[in-house]
């Protein structure tokens, strides 16, 4: 693939990051805002969040570790397999999350809810649906992974799905700390 193209996919990448920067930046805007009106039930946030952290904080190490040994033209397929399996992880911690939540008697709508538990479960399911595309663009890199289609110099897949998946991590380590010490 040719050095133009290269840069256009990654321009193309960070023009969406970006816009999905500035849609959570809408929302933990809102959050602030609402949350100063009063009106809001404060919480614990769930303990799973804490294991969700560290899974997805795991996961962004091992892509480093997956890009140094890809120049290296080393096999990388069972470590993006085992970053997919973490990103998994995350979305069953954030699953147990909501459910503790629940037990904590904090829902997302109707009787009984608070706009407190339901900024949080918006904030915490939107980037879950942005994970799953994460997870999506992951399995993509493993399947090419294993059919041999990334070298020391053709790497362009894993580079940007490793792109996404950094930004994924640094946004949800910004909205757990937003969520637990705002």
């Known amino acids: 693939m040719s050095v133009i193209k290269n840069k256009t996919f990654k321009q193309l990448l960070w023009v969406g990051m970006g816009s999905i920067a500035m849609f959570f930046a809408g929302l933990t ?3 602030i805002v609402r949350k100063a009106e009063g009106n809001w039930t404060d ?17 962004s190490a091992l ?5 140094y040994k890809i120049k290296k033209n080393q096999s990388v397929s069972a470590l993006l397999f085992s970053v997919f399996v973490l990103g998994l992880l995350f979305a069953y911690s954030q699953l147990n999350g909501w459910k503790e939540l629940v037990s904590q008697g904090v829902f997302l709508t109707g009787e009984g809810s608070n706009v407190a538990g339901s900024f949080l479960y918006v904030i915490t399911l939107s980037h879950l649906a942005h ?6 663009a992951l399995l993509i890199t493993v399947i090419n992974a294993m059919k041999g289609r990334y070298s020391a110099v053709n790497y362009l897949g894993v580079e940007l799905a490793s792109i996404y998946w950094h930004f994924l991590s640094v946004l949800w380590i910004y909205l757990f700390c937003f969520l637990k010490y705002l």
């Open 29 to 31: 805007s809102a959050y």
């Open 131 to 136: 994970l799953i595309g994460g997870l999506v």
């Open 63 to 67: 892509l480093f570790v997956v890009k």
């Open 43 to 59: 919480f614990i946030l769930p303990e799973w969040f804490w294991y969700s952290t560290l899974t997805i904080v795991l996961s």
